[in-house]
């Protein structure tokens, strides 16, 4: 449909406004919910795939995701009564010492903008408020952020901790501006992206495999 196809453009641009209006059309004109859904999800991996290629950067990124949420509040119940529910569960947060959030919260937008329930526990987060809020929400997948190269020790702790919990096929990946490839697997992560953007390719392959 030429609207759909309308509504993930103006979700890459961050017209808020235009966002809305296409949503509430779709809806109006009783467009199966998983559509409009997949619309908007199309216009935030769209935006992902473009911050990867250095096209845009973080302000459009913010201003392509508000666009997505104004968008979803007028969709949610259609997809309540639909019985649609979000792709995966996850938990994130940065590790106990560390309380930068930009990273954080970047990897939380395009979570969410995948159709992911994301439970933010926020900043400086000792390993066992991970592993409780795992349990309670039963997340599929756990984010851990770091911004200093003196809280790499708690995430590496951390990691440890919550595979030491035995939380079945729980996954864990970690990013952050010290993290690497390397010391992910280093300290038994299951995953790492340098980006936010890639955090969303990220947990899609872990938990398809």
């Given at each position: 449909?030429?609207?759909?196809?309308?509504?993930?453009?103006?979700?890459?641009?961050?017209?808020?406004?235009?966002?809305?209006?296409?949503?509430?059309?779709?809806?109006?004109?009783?467009?199966?919910?998983?559509?409009?859904?997949?619309?908007?999800?199309?216009?935030?991996?769209?935006?992902?795939?473009?911050?990867?290629?250095?096209?845009?950067?973080?302000?459009?990124?913010?201003?392509?995701?508000?666009?997505?949420?104004?968008?979803?509040?007028?969709?949610?119940?259609?997809?309540?009564?639909?019985?649609?529910?979000?792709?995966?569960?996850?938990?994130?947060?940065?590790?106990?010492?560390?309380?930068?959030?930009?990273?954080?919260?970047?990897?939380?937008?395009?979570?969410r903008g995948a159709n992911f329930q994301v439970v933010d526990l926020g900043t400086n987060v000792p390993a066992e408020k991970f592993?409780?809020?795992?349990?309670?929400?039963?997340?599929?997948?756990?984010?851990?952020?770091?911004?200093?190269?003196?809280?790499?020790?708690?995430?590496?702790?951390?990691?440890?901790?919550?595979?030491?919990?035995?939380?079945?096929?729980?996954?864990?990946?970690?990013?952050?501006?010290?993290?690497?490839?390397?010391?992910?697997?280093?300290?038994?992560?299951?995953?790492?992206?340098?980006?936010?953007?890639?955090?969303?390719?990220?947990?899609?392959?872990?938990?398809?495999?």
């Open positions: 449909m030429a609207e759909l196809q309308e509504l993930t453009q103006v979700i890459i641009k961050g017209n808020r406004a235009e966002a809305k209006r296409l949503t509430q059309a779709a809806i109006d004109a009783q467009v199966p919910a998983r559509q409009v859904l997949d619309a908007l999800v199309a216009g935030m991996d769209e935006v992902g795939r473009r911050f990867q290629r250095n096209e845009v950067f973080v302000p459009e990124m913010l201003i392509a995701s508000r666009a997505m949420k104004e968008a979803m509040a007028l969709l949610e119940p259609m997809l309540v009564k639909a019985g649609i529910k979000p792709e995966y569960i996850a938990v994130i947060g940065a590790v106990q010492g560390d309380l930068h959030d930009i990273g954080k919260n970047l990897v939380a937008m395009m979570w592993i409780a809020a795992v349990k309670e929400h039963r997340a599929q997948v756990v984010g851990l952020s770091s911004l200093l190269t003196t809280t790499m020790p708690a995430m590496q702790a951390t990691v440890k901790a919550i595979k030491d919990a035995g939380l079945g096929s729980l996954k864990v990946v970690v990013g952050g501006a010290p993290i690497t490839q390397d010391f992910a697997k280093e300290i038994g992560a299951d995953g790492f992206s340098p980006d936010a953007a890639g955090a969303v390719d990220l947990v899609r392959k872990l938990l398809a495999a």
